[in-house]
């Protein structure tokens, strides 16, 4: 194929730390490994400039044309500030959207259109851009990628959306008035009617997108991993295993634990499983874990020791809540090379009959350490294979290219 060049846009793209570059760090890195030419546009804070090779190769990272945004959404982030007089300036910011701004005004994109659409003028004169590949949640990017497509139409755009885009939980749509909603609605429309493709990892987020025009756009693109996959391992019984939770807390999802450690208590001691957290965990959401469960230990993410810390557990825990019962996210593949049983805490859902039906695992009420025995790594080397950056990334090229 001809060589191509491919922009990414995306927020939280390497070397910003952010797990919403993980999914565009892969795919840059393969489509690199083809030949491609790679321009990255994301966003950067002042004073964070370290290079993070934790999803991508350091020497390719610094091999792409990368420009950094610096407009932060200042009405964002007093949200995440405490005081008095910040929650003033909450309330007055509040007021003033409500009234003048169109669309989410919590959006971490919103407000810097100008700002992307300078930059994206300055790459595509440089060199034409033949696929703009952007990746949503903030959303905004859509929305600004697919303006820009309309000044050069001859672009072809690839809108891959993380997250539910109405339908998200997270992302301040249930903060918006009447009117704001409106909008937000219609600049969902103006992509799905602008964009050449539209994809994301659930088919039930690509139903969001229900015009007629949308019907074509769609492409399924699940999550995946690029570790190598090793030999395939067998798992052993071990009366007291360790089971490791590395990832993000869900919001909805302590029923689930206070479950799973009622469950776990009624273990004679010498069988009851220590379980390892990392990440970021507030002190109170630590002490009412601990308050359920004693044998319980916690550490902070890490970038580099990860990998170590999860081939030393004898199990890996999977958590969902009720609003992704059904998404295999990023984790679920990426930890299947290590060879290690998958534990299940949430919902009954796909994610939990995957686990069931290939072996990879248990559910809780089926937990015991002698349940580690049925577990058969040769099923998720299957799924790797299947599930593969590569394959992935040759996916997207051929439909924007071949189709």
């Known amino acids: 194929m001809v060589k191509k060049h491919i922009l990414i846009l995306n927020w939280q793209f390497p070397p910003n730390k952010g797990i919403g570059g993980r999914r565009c760090a892969k795919l840059a890195q393969e489509w690199k490994t083809m030949g491609h030419d790679i321009s990255i546009i994301s966003h950067q804070q002042e004073g964070d400039l370290k290079s993070s090779n934790l999803w991508i190769d350091a020497d390719t990272l610094q091999s792409f044309d990368h420009h950094f945004i610096r407009d932060t959404n200042q009405f964002n982030a007093l949200y995440f500030k405490s005081g008095w007089f910040n929650a003033i300036h909450l309330q007055l910011g509040k007021i003033w959207h409500r009234l003048f701004t169109k669309g989410n005004p919590i959006d971490d994109a919103r407000f810097a259109e100008k700002t992307i659409i300078k930059t994206l003028e300055k790459v595509h004169q440089k060199k034409n851009i033949d696929l703009l590949f952007v990746s949503s949640a903030p959303f905004s990017l859509s929305l600004y990628a697919c303006m820009f497509k309309k000044q050069h139409p001859t672009m072809k755009v690839w809108c891959d959306f993380r997250d539910p885009w109405k339908n998200a939980i997270n992302y301040g749509l249930q903060l918006l008035s009447k009117r704001q909603l409106k909008d937000e609605n219609q600049f969902q429309t103006y992509v799905a009617q602008t964009a050449d493709y539209l994809s994301a990892p659930y ?89 359920m469960y004693d044998k319980i230990n916690f550490q902070p993410w890490m970038a580099s020791g990860l990998d170590d810390a999860l081939m030393k557990s004898d199990g890996i825990i999977i958590l969902l809540s009720d609003h992704n019962r059904d998404f295999h996210t990023t984790k679920f593949y990426d930890y299947l090379p290590f060879g290690k049983p998958y534990f299940y805490v949430g919902p009954m859902g796909k994610v939990a009959e995957t686990i069931q039906e290939k072996q990879l695992g248990c559910l809780l009420y089926q937990y015991h350490p002698r349940f580690w025995n049925q577990f058969e790594s040769k099923n998720a080397h299957l799924l790797l294979k299947e599930f593969s950056a590569k394959k992935m990334a040759t996916k997207i090229i051929e439909h924007a290219f071949t189709r």
Not at 223 to 241: G, L, V
């Open 203 to 291: 088919v039930e987020i690509l139903g969001e997108f229900n015009d007629e025009f949308a019907s074509t756009k769609k492409v399924l693109i699940p999550h995946f991993t690029d570790r190598k996959i090793s030999a395939s391992t067998s798992s052993s019984y071990k009366s007291a295993p360790l089971l490791t939770y590395a990832g993000n807390w869900y919001e909805g999802s302590m029923i689930y634990f206070k479950n799973t450690f009622e469950q776990l208590n009624l273990l004679p001691e010498g069988e009851k499983p220590t379980i390892g957290f990392i990440g970021h965990f507030e002190e109170q959401l630590q002490s009412e874990l601990k308050l």
